[in-house]
């Protein structure tokens, strides 16, 4: 398995408080990526970042932000969390962002917010 | 547009039955592809991929696909199910107009009676 390690696995937390959740990787790949995952929607890309320091948004960036000071970690933040975010997150690497170049996934965290 | 499509969201086999889980696509482009697994509670594994240097792919776990460009399709097969394969299963495509980025499919949960 790729060296992707996820934190925390499972949060609860109140509407209105922020959030972080960390990804930390021990493959020293360039590309690291957050996608929520919901019945009925699949995967979705929040963000993703190719780099230290550089980061884009996805597909449903809302309310998200991301920050990416080391290679190995990619941290995703909820402001000011909603209960439309909860969801099972999930971090991916890639070693190239070329169109035949697979991601390797985490273990995804589960967030609940009430 | 890339686009991938599984043609059925539940499928059940019996234990040393032929399982076959369908996907097509649809790409301006010629795409890469992949086929994931995801068992309860755990991140999405690679079980093979697609990159135009051969259209039959050999994955692991006795899983194959074949790339058939005329019907746009990329089924994935296994000649004998064991109750480990149980599982949700995920066609992703790229393209070269995406850099990189990953279309999912809707899944395909299969389960596998004794």
């Known amino acids: 398995d790729a060296g992707i390690t996820q934190s925390p696995r499972h949060k609860v937390t109140e509407t209105g408080t922020p959030v972080t959740l960390r990804c930390h990787q021990t493959?020293?790949?360039?590309?690291m990526y957050w996608y929520r995952q919901d019945p009925g929607h699949g995967l979705r890309l929040i963000h993703y970042?190719?780099?230290?320091?550089?980061?884009d948004k996805g597909e449903v960036s809302d309310g998200y932000s991301v920050s990416r000071s080391k290679t190995e970690d990619f941290l995703l933040t909820l402001e000011s969390a909603t209960s439309s975010q909860t969801s099972v997150y999930f971090c991916?690497?890639?070693?190239?962002?070329?169109?035949?170049?697979?991601?390797?996934f985490g273990d995804g965290t589960r967030l609940s917010i009430l | 547009a890339q686009s991938v499509t599984q043609l059925d969201s539940h499928v059940s086999v019996s234990e040393g039955t032929p399982v076959l889980l369908r996907c097509n696509y649809s790409s301006s482009y010629s795409p890469s592809l992949f086929w994931y697994v995801q068992h309860p509670n755990k991140g999405l594994q690679l079980l093979l991929k697609y990159t135009s240097a051969a259209t039959l792919v050999k994955g692991i776990n006795g899983f194959e696909a074949e790339f058939k460009k005329s019907e746009t399709s990329f089924h994935l097969t296994k000649p004998s199910a064991h109750m480990s394969d149980a599982a949700e299963y995920f066609c992703v495509g790229t393209s070269l107009t995406s850099y990189g980025k990953l279309t999912f499919g809707q899944g395909t949960i299969l389960t596998v009676h004794p």
């Open positions: 970042s190719y780099g230290v320091k550089d980061t």
């Open positions: 493959e020293n790949h360039r590309y």
């Open positions: 991916a690497i890639s070693d190239q962002d070329g169109d035949n170049q697979p991601q390797h």
